[in-house]
């Protein structure tokens, strides 16, 4: 077969690819590595970034490498590193080795990564339930925890013995999350999903590869599942029953889709705040300067947030090249009003005025999570 051209095709092949690859690279990341080099200043799409004296309000690092410890230092940053358990995945079946890898991470990173514990719901029904549990956050609370993580199997998998879902508003957990606004300490609730979940598959929607990769967690695949909105009411119910405890509602709260429902619990529940952890495309999907307003307007209850996670034997290069790209690229989006790509289609950063960057990016994660400085 004649191959017309070739001499032109293939230079126009690699013309196509890296065009691809630069289109691909402040999404995808591992193949930049700029401010991952040990020692150092931050790269300049992270200056601005590393002057607020970062905090990202939810991360899961579980590999122990001292490197994480340098890139956290270069970048004046400090992350809360979230534990979980799901019994669907293996790593997360129980506390441990969770709870072990991220106290060997707070020592690397010399206390820039702050620890967040769990519990397992799943024996709700088993005497003693409440009092063991409040006993393991104890210890934890006392090894250093700041924060505990409720998560969405409350609602979406986890069923009593007559056959009804458990809702994370079910009186069994009410003397936990008494214990926990006792303590002074902070829920993280990763309660429902976003509304893609329970859509049919749109390859458009920034889900979309999630589900795919992870269908037992896919609600459009059970019908038998209770609704969005009965999940939503069930967390909103136990923010409104305890209005000492201090809750965040991870995900933008699942309420990604419109900020209107996000500025309506925040009118309703003085308690409530929400981290932007793997939803910061959404804000880039809504009109722009309604987006801008909210922000503005609720400037004291968003805290950023990105949600990368590190496995124990995940690259380091890798995983260090994801931090970076995340930060220069959520930075850029938040405070310039650069053009920021996500799926094809080219959004307009926001340009939020330096105090409003300065809350979402550092003061209200300050505010809503103490201790995450450190000792005093
Ligand atoms: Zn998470």
């Given at each position: ?57 939810h991360a899961h690092l579980y590999k ?17 590193d979230i534990c979980v358990i799901d019994d669907r995945d293996p790593y997360a079946k129980g506390l441990e080795p969770q709870r072990g890898d991220v ?13 967040c514990t769990t519990f397992s719901p799943y024996d ?25 993580k409720i998560y969405k199997v409350m609602g979406m998998e986890m069923k ?28 993280v609730?990763h309660i429902a999903e976003?509304?893609?979940c ?9 889900d979309?590869e999630y589900y795919k990769q992870n269908p037992q967690e896919y609600a459009?695949a059970h019908?038998?599942w ?24 991870a995900h ?25 952890a793997a ?28 949600d990368i996670v590190v496995m124990p034997k995940d ?62």
């Amino acid at each position: 077969m004649k191959v017309p051209n070739s001499r032109l095709i293939l230079p126009a092949v690699a013309v196509g690819l890296f065009a691809f690859l630069i289109l691909l690279a402040p999404w995808r990341g591992p193949d930049r590595s700029y401010g991952a080099k040990p020692g150092g200043l931050p790269a300049a799409d992270l200056a601005g970034f590393s002057s607020v004296a970062p905090i990202d309000a939810h991360a899961h690092l579980y590999k122990d490498d001292p490197a994480f410890g340098d890139l956290f230092k270069r970048l004046n940053l400090r992350i809360l590193d979230i534990c979980v358990i799901d019994d669907r995945d293996p790593y997360a079946k129980g506390l441990e080795p969770q709870r072990g890898d991220v106290l060997k991470v707070r020592r690397v990173t010399d206390g820039r990564a702050a620890f967040c514990t769990t519990f397992s719901p799943y024996d709700f029904e088993s005497p003693g339930f409440a009092q063991r549990t409040i006993q393991q956050l104890d210890a934890d609370f006392a090894a250093g925890a700041i924060a505990v993580k409720i998560y969405k199997v409350m609602g979406m998998e986890m069923k009593s013995k007559a056959g009804k879902y458990v809702m994370p508003d079910d009186p069994a957990f009410e003397p936990i999350y008494k214990h926990i606004a006792a303590q002074h300490r902070t829920v993280v609730a990763h309660i429902a999903e976003p509304d893609s979940c329970w859509q049919a598959p749109n390859p458009a929607s920034p889900d979309y590869e999630y589900y795919k990769q992870n269908p037992q967690e896919y609600a459009y695949a059970h019908p038998e599942w209770p609704s969005k909105a009965a999940i939503l009411a069930a967390r909103d119910h136990l923010v409104a029953e305890n209005p000492t405890l201090r809750v965040i509602g991870a995900h933008l709260g699942s309420m990604e889709a419109d900020v209107n429902q996000m500025a309506q619990r925040f009118d309703r529940y003085p308690n409530f705040a929400v981290d932007t952890a793997a939803r910061v495309p959404y804000f880039m999907l809504q009109p722009r300067e309604k987006v801008r307003a909210f922000l503005i307007k609720y400037q004291d209850r968003i805290l950023y947030a990105t949600d990368i996670v590190v496995m124990p034997k995940d690259d380091t290069a890798k995983a260090l090249a994801e931090f970076n790209d995340t930060y220069a690229r959520d930075w850029k989006f938040f405070a310039s009003d650069q053009m920021v790509e996500f799926k094809g289609h080219n959004y307009q950063g926001l340009a939020l005025p330096a105090p409003v960057l300065r809350k979402i990016f550092h003061d209200n994660a300050v505010h809503w999570l103490p201790g995450i400085m450190g000792k005093p």
